[in-house]
């Protein structure tokens, strides 16, 4: 099986966060890992696709991501 893209990766992120954020840790780490193969420096997520999606809930995300090695952008 081939390694996940990161398309696939932030997709699963999405289902993860739809699903209280179930496995969510490994979600980040495949797609860290799918960055880093692809060479992209930042995820770029749409707000409107997350549960919180207001200033406290972006920022408690990219807090989150960054913890964990991801740097995290909103696409407009």
Do not use: C, W
Request: hydrophobic content about 40%; aromatic content about 6%.
């Amino acid at each position: 099986m081939s390694e996940p893209t990161v398309a696939q990766a932030t997709e699963s992120i999405y289902a993860s966060l739809r699903a209280d954020n179930a496995d969510i840790d490994a979600h980040i780490a495949t797609l860290k890992a799918a960055m880093t193969r692809e060479g992209i420096k930042q995820a770029v997520f749409d707000p409107t696709r997350l549960a919180q999606n207001n200033r406290s809930g972006r920022k408690l995300m990219q807090a989150y991501f960054r913890q964990r090695g991801v740097s995290v952008r909103f696409s407009a």
